[in-house]
């Protein structure tokens, strides 16, 4: 069998915030839902599925911030 004496170690993995990405996600449902409330085909497809799908989204993103926040806190 090889060695991999050669190979250089594995770097630390990043560091990334994701409040910037939850934060995006729900401004991107929340606009979507308000195109589809002011779009009446749209608003009334299978009893509105599409635009309670976009409120979950911006209700789930804003709990991940609550819950983001608590882990944070000492």
Known sequence: MARDDHLAPAPEPAQL???????????????????????????????????WACVAGVVLGILGL??????KAP
């Open 17 to 51: 915030s994701m409040r910037p990405i939850v934060i995006g996600g729900s401004v991107l449902f929340a606009l979507a839902a308000l195109v589809i409330a002011l779009i009446p085909d749209a608003r009334d497809y299978r009893d509105g599925l599409w635009l």
């Open 66 to 71: 609550g819950v983001m926040r608590l882990q």
